[in-house]
């Protein structure tokens, strides 16, 4: 399968601050997807990318496809509690196949 | 309410003994998959359906058996249980293929001692 890698692997933040995080691939990917898992629940889609160089906001967050098609981004801006969890990226290589999940960012915000 | 769920949410077992973890979502979807979630490694697909009676091997199938008789429903069978399969595990649905929005159950925590 393929490996995907998430950076970093987890953060502490204050309230209030951005927060930024990335994923890895060592293959060509036709779609990108954020997911957020809340503890104690399964993941919820967030954001899903489908080109490269695409940028696309949802509330205070934002992610980006990166142009080598190997990389994406997720930025959330003026972090607050319930942003807790863990965050996956995931990948799709052509559409309709399956999708391959980061390794994941937890994230907790200190209020 | 558009749902997937899964039954056990908890369940601690022995090796060897056979366990089904059951899977239904109610949005008619055509494609279903199960994950297993293990720290520092993600979500990994063990087996998935595009539609009734079709299923595949996804990335870790060894230990796991998959049926899809009915659209609703995809059971992940555990034949014998051992304990390297202790693990969180995810059943998921989306609407087709093509479809990119995968909706996760609650998940089910798996103990087998």
């Known amino acids: 399968g393929q490996q995907l890698n998430q950076s970093p692997q987890s953060m502490f933040i204050q309230e209030g601050e951005d927060v930024s995080m990335n994923c890895t691939s060592s293959?060509?990917?036709?779609?990108w997807l954020w997911y957020k898992q809340d503890p104690g629940e399964g993941p919820v889609l967030l954001i899903a990318?489908?080109?490269?160089?695409e940028l696309t906001s949802n509330g205070r967050l934002t992610a980006q496809f990166g142009i080598t098609r190997k990389d994406s981004f997720l930025n959330i801006s003026a972090s607050i509690p319930s942003d807790v969890g863990i965050y996956f990226c995931?990948?799709?290589?052509?559409?309709?196949?399956?999708?391959?999940f980061g390794t994941g960012t937890s994230l907790t915000v200190i209020p | 309410e558009a749902q997937v769920t899964q039954n056990p949410r908890y369940l601690i077992t022995v090796t060897g003994k056979k366990l089904t973890v059951t899977c239904s979502q109610n949005?008619?979807?055509?494609?279903m998959s199960w994950y297993r979630q293990d720290p520092g490694l993600g979500l990994r697909q063990i087996y998935y359906s595009m539609n009734v009676e079709v299923t595949d091997k996804g990335d870790v199938p060894e230990g796991y058996k998959v049926s899809r008789k009915e659209k609703r429903n995809f059971p992940l069978i555990l034949e014998s249980p051992s304990p390297n399969q202790t693990s969180l595990y995810f059943c998921a649905s989306r609407k087709d293929r093509v479809d990119t929005e995968a909706f996760f159950g609650q998940g089910t925590r798996l103990t087998v001692v």
């Open positions: 949005m008619n979807h055509e494609y």
């Open positions: 293959s060509i990917f036709n779609t």
């Open positions: 990318l489908y080109k490269a160089g």
């Open positions: 995931a990948g799709q290589l052509n559409t309709g196949n399956q999708f391959y």
